[in-house]
């Protein structure tokens, strides 16, 4: 019995962890998953740039209680006409680690309050190219929902630039449950 109760702990232990929540994402602010092109378009404004026929982007500021607004280049990405995937993109220059590491986990933050669950993996790498041209230290915040949509809240700062990148992406379910 000791010997099944600790393969059970280490089964849970080694599993990925999967939110198991009520709230998942469906979209972000007015655009949802599965939205046409023409429903997309309709949602935000006409205000947007089509890139191909794949992506539309868009400027958006999002508000924050602990620093200004910081504009995103937000991308609607579709396939077979409907949208499936948005992408956030906020880059920042002369901007220190901990301050966009900190941006990251502010996100990871909201994230975590709007959708009841915590992150089901964090990563701290730091890594480097061309013998320390580009040295780059990323926080990567991931949240697995049941339904198998996910987010991701990536910072990347590029030490030799002091450049902070912010990127939040939005997955729609890859399992059949949507419409389309």
Known sequence: MRHLALIALAVLWIAPAQAETKNAPDGFGPVKFGMTREEVW???????????RENLIQRQDLPSDSFDLLNFRVAYVFQDDRVIHVSLQHTEKNLINDRCSGRALYFAGLIRAIYGTDYTSHRDIQ????????DVRSNIYFFVFSTGSF?????NYYAKRSNCEL????????????PF
């Not at 890594?127 to 580009?134: E, I, M, Q």
């Not at 987010?151 to 910072?155: D, H, M, P």
């Open 42 to 52: 309709e949602a935000i404004g006409g205000e947007g740039e089509w890139i191909e």
């Open 127 to 134: 890594w480097s190219f061309a013998r320390d041209v580009l």
């Open 151 to 155: 987010i991701r809240v990536t910072s």
């Open 167 to 178: 990127t939040i992406h939005y997955r729609a379910s890859r399992l059949s449950i949507l």
